[in-house]
């Protein structure tokens, strides 16, 4: 079974600084990833996916990450952030291999401050 | 317009009140899932489904039913709800569960349910 874990709950940034959410996985088999965003009432939106190729992955509003095999990681990242990005922000993972469940993780709250 | 519909938003329901959380979507998807969201613990799969009229456990699926009688349906049926159950909702599908297929997932608007 697949499982996936962020390492940071929430996250506090000031507005126009970069950012990092970490998102670390385990598997003993390919695997899909999978960044979701939730603004506040709302449910969640795919923000960017990794099935297979070049390891940068571009999403909306800016937002990219990286598929690091040997690190099993997929960290999001923005290079400036914006108050309308506060949001929280979920790392999902599925096998590439068969069917797909996906396993989310905990969430991590981003916090942009003026 | 594509989309993942639930009803109702909001519900407050006493202790052992039956009650049923619909879920539609118009899609033509063939996977859909229920997952509760609480604090701290991110997203719990309930119960998920492959097809019509097949259903499985997900990760919590104690206190709650599924039923999958036409593809585009998913209700999620509290028999006896708990404070515990206290939760906000969120049904979701995708096309497929299998490798090949668009692998994304659509969600709900969520249903905020609080059990008295």
């Known amino acids: 079974a697949q499982s996936v874990t962020q390492l940071d709950s929430q996250v506090p940034v000031f507005e126009e600084a970069p950012v990092e959410l970490r998102c670390n996985y385990s598997?003993?088999?390919?695997?899909?990833l999978f960044w979701y965003v939730q603004y506040p009432n709302q449910g969640l939106q795919l923000l960017l996916k990794?099935?297979?190729?070049?390891?940068l992955v571009k999403g909306i509003n800016g937002f990219e990450a990286e598929f690091n095999k040997s690190q099993t990681s997929f960290h999001l990242r923005k290079p400036s952030v914006h108050i309308s990005d506060t949001a929280e922000y979920f790392c999902?993972?599925?096998?590439?291999?068969?069917?797909?469940?996906?396993?989310f993780g905990r969430g991590t709250s981003l916090i942009v401050h003026p | 317009e594509a989309q993942v519909t639930q009803n109702p938003r909001y519900l407050i329901t006493v202790t052992g009140k039956k009650l049923t959380v619909t879920c539609s979507q118009n899609m033509n998807h063939e996977y859909m899932s229920w997952y509760r969201q609480d604090p701290g613990l991110g997203l719990r799969q309930i119960y998920y489904?492959?097809?019509?009229?097949?259903?499985d456990k997900g990760d919590v699926p104690e206190g709650y039913k599924v039923s999958r009688k036409e593809k585009r349906n998913f209700p999620l049926i509290l028999e006896s709800p708990s404070p515990n159950q206290t939760s906000l909702y969120f049904c979701a599908s995708s096309l497929s569960v299998y490798r090949g297929l668009n692998t994304e997932a659509f969600f709900g608007q969520g249903t905020r349910l609080t059990v008295v």
């Open positions: 598997s003993s088999v390919s695997v899909y």
């Open positions: 489904s492959m097809n019509v009229e097949v259903t």
């Open positions: 990794y099935l297979s190729g070049s390891t």
């Open positions: 999902a993972v599925s096998l590439s291999g068969g069917s797909y469940i996906p396993t």
